[in-house]
């Protein structure tokens, strides 16, 4: 495990997260919409909701519905009117019914997790606000191994939206438990026998146990639990939360080996000034940092841990069609966003977060690194056991994707690939 980061460190040199000017796709848009490129149309219940989901690329297919009050505008959260939650590879968009703001994290390629809000009162010059301090009270702690980062939580909550916390929680990522995952959110989507938390409401003093959630498995109507036409979509599509589930655990560990090796290589170039040496000399401790966060990351690219779908699972909103045809594919149309959900989320399990631009973005020596790593295991030279949950066929898949696809991954982590050429039975 990397070491361990606090916001002191963040806030400091050389990240200095909350006075550097962040650069993503919020910013992006706020200079359309300053310069006039772009105009939001607003809707008189909604607000910007709609216009702001076209505007950024968010499909509300995506829609994921969570009735715990565990957000900014707790007030405006219960089981008969959950918070939506629409995401796709680099944004996240809150939306409450009534609410007085919307709210936007995203993940910067330099700074990660970034939080903004916008007002819902119509106006002629909408804004973004970047909001820090309020968010990163609970976005930046040990639920996030302390940077800036995004939290899915699973909770026993009460008919008014309570979480109880006395009951216990689970942090949701693609390594939690099947039966763990879901407490608090609503969940449309098959299953088969497999038990989870979501949809369920507990109305006693105490939760019972065994937990008794049958009524809550299968689900693919809501309408008995709230009014769906006051939102975008009548779906909280189970594949949308199992994909949310896997992408915001890697986009906290994408940060992570970000903020270390900057930091790490700040401390070296410091302490190298201080000793005299020759500005560039490596220390160990050095390598040893960038290393261990760089496993960390390959990890979870590769899917090391990911706990097995106890059935097939197929959702309700038409999220998984959508989403296997994103991304680069290769000659074959094989791609990193196919899904496979028999008994994993991707059918070739190496994360598509690779594609994005806070992956692309990551400093050098951790691409470097990064790539070196990801090829040997991809050719089989590291035999561990931490991959064993690639088959041979999954290398092969996975080696030949990235290599047709490599114009859209950075040229030093590919400088790194065995470039031989793969034959079209791979």
Same mark, same amino acid.
């Given at each position: 495990?990397?070491?361990?980061?606090?916001?002191e460190?963040?806030?400091?040199?050389?990240?200095?997260?909350?006075?550097?000017?962040?650069?993503?796709?919020v910013?992006?848009?706020?200079?359309?919409?300053?310069?006039?490129k &772009?105009?939001?149309?607003?809707?008189?219940?909604?607000?910007?909701?709609?216009?702001?989901?076209?505007?950024l690329?968010?499909?509300?297919?995506?829609?994921?519905?969570?009735?715990?009050?565990?957000?900014?505008?707790?007030?405006?959260?219960?089981?008969?009117?959950?918070?939506?939650?629409?995401?796709?590879?680099? *944004?996240?968009?809150?939306?409450?019914?009534?609410?007085?703001?919307?709210?936007?994290?995203?993940?910067?390629?330099?700074?990660?997790?970034?939080?903004?809000?916008?007002?819902?009162?119509?106006t002629?010059?909408?804004?973004?606000?970047?909001?820090?301090?309020?968010?990163?009270?609970?976005?930046?702690?040990?639920?996030?191994?302390?940077?800036?980062?995004?939290?899915?939580?699973?909770?026993?909550?009460?008919?008014?939206g309570?979480?109880?916390?006395?009951a $216990?929680?689970?942090? &949701?990522?693609?390594?939690?438990?099947?039966?763990?995952?879901?407490?608090?959110?609503?969940?449309? $989507?098959?299953?088969?026998e497999?038990?989870?938390?979501?949809?369920?409401?507990?109305?006693?003093r105490?939760?019972?146990?065994?937990?008794?959630?049958?009524? $809550?498995?299968?689900?693919?109507?809501?309408?008995?639990?709230?009014?769906?036409?006051?939102?975008?979509?009548?779906?909280?599509?189970?594949?949308?939360?199992?994909? *949310?589930?896997?992408?915001?655990?890697?986009?906290?560990? &994408?940060?992570?080996?970000?903020?270390?090796?900057?930091?790490?290589?700040?401390?070296?170039?410091?302490?190298?000034?201080?000793?005299?040496?020759?500005?560039?000399?490596?220390?160990?401790?050095?390598?040893?940092?960038?290393?261990?966060?760089?496993?960390?990351?390959?990890?979870?690219?590769?899917?090391?841990?990911?706990?097995?779908?106890p059935?097939?699972?197929?959702?309700?909103?038409?999220?998984?069609?959508?989403?296997?045809?994103?991304?680069?594919?290769?000659?074959?149309?094989?791609?990193?966003?196919?899904?496979?959900?028999?008994?994993?989320?991707?059918?070739?399990?190496?994360?598509?977060?690779?594609?994005?631009?806070?992956?692309?973005?990551?400093?050098?020596?951790?691409?470097?690194?990064?790539?070196?790593?990801?090829?040997?295991?991809?050719?089989?030279?590291?035999?561990?056991?931490?991959?064993?949950?690639?088959?041979?066929?999954?290398?092969?898949? &996975?080696?030949?994707?990235?290599?047709?696809?490599?114009?859209?991954?950075p040229?030093?982590?590919?400088?790194?690939?065995?470039?031989?050429?793969?034959?079209?039975?791979?």
């Amino acid at each position: 495990m990397a070491s361990t980061l606090s916001a002191e460190d963040f806030d400091r040199e050389p990240i200095n997260y909350s006075k550097a000017t962040p650069a993503n796709s919020v910013t992006e848009l706020q200079s359309k919409l300053d310069t006039g490129k &772009i105009k939001l149309g607003y809707h008189p219940e909604r607000g910007y909701l709609d216009s702001l989901l076209e505007a950024l690329s968010v499909s509300p297919k995506s829609q994921s519905l969570v009735y715990s009050k565990t957000s900014l505008q707790i007030a405006r959260i219960r089981p008969r009117t959950p918070r939506a939650i629409y995401f796709n590879d680099d *944004l996240y968009v809150g939306y409450c019914q009534l609410g007085d703001v919307m709210e936007f994290s995203v993940a910067d390629p330099k700074l990660g997790t970034v939080f903004y809000t916008i007002d819902q009162r119509e106006t002629e010059q909408p804004q973004f606000v970047r909001q820090t301090d309020n968010c990163l009270i609970c976005h930046a702690s040990s639920r996030t191994d302390n940077i800036p980062g995004h939290v899915i939580r699973s909770l026993f909550v009460n008919a008014g939206g309570q979480p109880m916390f006395s009951a $216990g929680s689970y942090i &949701i990522d693609h390594s939690t438990e099947w039966e763990k995952r879901w407490g608090g959110w609503y969940v449309t $989507g098959k299953h088969g026998e497999a038990q989870h938390l979501g949809n369920l409401i507990v109305r006693s003093r105490d939760v019972p146990r065994p937990v008794e959630n049958s009524a $809550g498995q299968n689900v693919t109507d809501l309408t008995t639990f709230f009014r769906p036409e006051h939102y975008l979509s009548p779906h909280s599509d189970l594949v949308a939360l199992t994909v *949310l589930a896997h992408q915001a655990k890697g986009h906290n560990l &994408i940060t992570r080996a970000n903020f270390s090796t900057r930091q790490a290589l700040h401390y070296q170039e410091n302490l190298n000034n201080e000793l005299g040496e020759k500005p560039g000399l490596a220390w160990e401790s050095t390598t040893r940092r960038i290393a261990s966060a760089s496993e960390d990351l390959l990890e979870y690219l590769l899917c090391s841990g990911e706990a097995p779908l106890p059935a097939p699972i197929t959702g309700t909103s038409g999220y998984a069609e959508e989403f296997s045809q994103r991304g680069p594919k290769d000659k074959q149309a094989r791609s990193l966003y196919q899904l496979d959900l028999q008994t994993r989320l991707l059918k070739y399990p190496c994360s598509y977060l690779i594609y994005t631009d806070s992956f692309r973005q990551l400093p050098t020596n951790m691409l470097t690194r990064l790539g070196r790593r990801m090829n040997e295991v991809l050719t089989n030279q590291d035999k561990a056991e931490t991959w064993q949950h690639l088959s041979a066929e999954d290398r092969q898949h &996975i080696h030949s994707i990235l290599l047709a696809t490599k114009d859209h991954l950075p040229e030093v982590f590919m400088a790194q690939f065995d470039l031989a050429e793969v034959s079209e039975n791979d």
